[in-house]
């Protein structure tokens, strides 16, 4: 009968570049980080972002970032998974608060002139000869 790695012995060999040790520590603690995910995702989010695209992210950066990681004892990964996941989800939030938003219900005056005409008038008085079409 083969004994269960521990922990810090799936850790050791996953910051040594072994990646079903690092599949198996996030294995490990995958049921916990997804309720932890899950209750996270504000409401600001819940259009664009899902638990598992938090966690996916996470996982990516954690896997990058595995040979840094200091083992500190038993609670430490998943407790350093979580807080990676909360750097993605603060990322997220100032990302879209970042985009522009584009009001389309704005009409565009019948009357004055288009902006194709506006166009053509500051390409003629620029000198260019090109003319655009209406």
């Not at 490990?28 to 972002?49: C, D, F, K, V």
């Not at 950066?61 to 750097?87: M, N, T, V, Y």
Request: with cysteine; charged share 30%.
């Amino acid at each position: 009968m083969k004994a269960a790695i521990t922990t810090e012995e799936l850790a050791r060999r996953a910051k040594d570049g072994d990646r079903q040790a690092f599949d198996e520590l996030v294995g490990r603690s995958r049921e916990r980080l997804r309720a932890w995910a899950r209750s996270h995702i504000g409401e600001p989010l819940q259009g664009n972002w899902r638990w598992i695209d938090v966690l996916q992210e996470a996982y990516l950066w954690a896997f990058q970032a595995i040979p840094r990681f200091e083992w500190k004892g038993e609670d430490r990964f998943e407790a350093w998974l979580r807080s990676i996941a909360k750097h993605v989800i603060l990322r997220a939030l100032r990302n879209q608060e970042r985009k522009p938003v584009l009001n389309l219900e704005h009409e565009v005056s019948q009357s004055g002139t288009s902006p194709s005409r506006c166009l053509q008038r500051t390409s003629a008085s620029s000198g260019s000869r090109r003319r655009w079409k209406a």
